[in-house]
Nanobody
Framework: QVQLVESGGGLVQPGGSLRLSCAVS????????MGWYRQAPGKQRELVAA???????NYADSVKGRFTISRGNAKNTVYLQMNSLKPEDTAVYYC???????????????WGQGTRVTVSS
């Protein structure tokens, strides 16, 4: 069974930094793209940042220049470095593995359980 395990959330003051991590456990042949989404109270889930297997990245306008997504040396890990955090960044952050190819030849879309980030003084 494939699972995405996130870590690194917490409480931070405005202007501070956090680093989120996501590791894929279980058997998966390949993943075309991984990303981070967030959902604030009363709002829809939105894309924060994504990275392809080739290293191409995409960011929401609201986080450009402050957040950096990267893939780790270990297979199927992804990080989100968040700097200059603002109260409006407060949300539950979800890791996503998009277009994941299983050994059975089927394509899957996996989500983590979410990690809470609170930016407050």
């Amino acid at each position: 069974q494939v699972q995405l395990v996130e870590s690194g959330g917490g409480l931070v003051q405005p202007g501070g930094s956090l680093r989120l991590s996501c590791a894929v456990s279980g058997s998966i042949f390949s993943i075309n793209a991984m990303g981070w989404y967030r959902q604030a109270p009363g709002k829809q889930r939105e894309l924060v940042a994504a990275i392809t297997s080739g290293g191409s990245t995409n960011y929401a306008d609201s986080v450009k220049g402050r957040f950096t997504i990267s893939r780790g040396n270990a297979k199927n890990t992804v990080y989100l470095q968040m700097n200059s955090l603002k109260p409006e960044d407060t949300a539950v952050y979800y890791c996503n593995a998009d277009q994941a190819l299983g050994y059975d030849g089927a394509w899957y879309d996996y989500w983590g359980q979410g990690t809470r980030v609170t930016v407050s003084s």
